[in-house]
């Protein structure tokens, strides 16, 4: 009798968990998103009043990480429908098929009207009399106000933010505007005539020597990367010294700024020793310094060109 009883009981554990949909996972693509679009959407929680971590968790559930038709054509990332929007419009097939949603010229837009279509829609109003350190109240309420139809939909939120740790954000007091401004800036594109890539999701912008890079992934051109990341061609090509139609390498940095006269103060007394194949242009790139300003502190070098094992200054 009792091995029935817990048999009885780990079925219905199983049944009530496959109801719940599949257990969430870590994904490097929702990873990616949050890094990218945290600072866009902390400036918006302190706009409006709405958490981060909601505005991140149903930005990355209704966007596909960015990678849905409705955020690659019309940078929408949060399903919005037309409902009177007297903007750019795409069709899409949702409940029905060829409805109407609204498109926006850049992700940031689509940021922001996510917090104005909530701010301004009565049946959400009970929700900014909540803590915006209140996920869950947010999550539930905007189930209850009927903002998705699933109704797993506020579960599902509470296990992205909880995953992800996307909380942390509801507390912050300030943001990189920077990020803010430029992460909003573009949609991701495939390049033309390219071969397609291998991972379509946004590349990981990452933060080093008071600058901005990301990874160069097989494909990316400085015009498909300008058009995603907001930052012009000319511009990147310029912070990279480089030219604007100028052949991108995999594994290669971009920078997103003009890049720094030195490297890290902990490099003060510690040079970068030459490895094989490497050029002084190579060693300015990975710790996104200005090849003038290396080249001037290594004038010996520099001149006679660069040899296996050589100590080459970077700060």
């Not at 990616?32 to 930005?59: C, V, W």
């Not at 750019?88 to 109407?100: A, K, N, P, V």
């Not at 909530?118 to 869950?136: C, K, M, N, V």
């Not at 490297?263 to 790139?285: G, M, T, W």
């Amino acid at each position: 009798m009792r091995r029935y009883f817990l048999l009885l009981i780990s079925l219905l554990l199983w049944l009530t968990q496959s109801a719940a949909g599949p257990a969430m996972k870590w994904n490097q693509a929702y990873q990616d998103y949050f890094n990218r679009y945290k600072d866009l959407a902390i400036q918006e929680m302190l706009k409006y009043g709405i958490p981060a971590s909601i505005t991140l968790a149903q930005g990355v559930l209704e966007s596909g990480a960015g990678r849905s038709d409705l955020s690659v054509r019309g940078n929408n990332h949060f399903g919005i429908k037309c409902h009177g929007w007297t903007g750019r419009t795409m069709t899409h097939d949702d409940d029905e098929r060829g409805e109407c949603f609204r498109a926006y010229d850049t992700v940031q837009e689509s940021f922001e009207d996510h917090s104005l279509f909530l701010r301004g829609r009565q049946r959400y109003s009970s929700l900014f009399s909540l803590s915006r350190t209140d996920y869950r109240g947010w999550a539930h309420g905007l189930k209850r106000a009927g903002y998705a139809t699933n109704p797993h939909y506020a579960q599902r939120l509470i296990d992205i933010i909880e995953l992800y740790k996307l909380y942390q954000y509801d507390t912050a007091k300030d943001y990189d505007r920077f990020m803010a401004e430029h992460s909003g800036s573009g949609s991701v594109s495939v390049p033309e005539n390219t071969a397609p890539r291998v991972d379509m999701s946004l590349h990981q912008i990452h933060e080093y020597n008071e600058n901005y890079y990301i990874e160069v992934r097989r494909g990316d051109t400085f015009k498909s990367l300008a058009k995603e990341l907001g930052v012009s061609r000319r511009k990147l090509a310029k912070y990279n010294e480089r030219g604007k139609n100028d052949q991108l390498h995999a594994g290669e940095r971009i920078w997103l700024k003009k890049k720094q006269k030195r490297a890290p103060r902990n490099f003060k007394n510690r040079p970068h020793r030459v490895r094989s194949r490497e050029s002084l242009y190579d060693i300015a790139q990975k710790y996104g310094v200005r090849l003038k300003s290396i080249v001037r502190k290594n004038r010996k070098i520099a001149e006679r060109g660069l040899r296996l094992g050589d100590e080459v200054r970077i700060y």
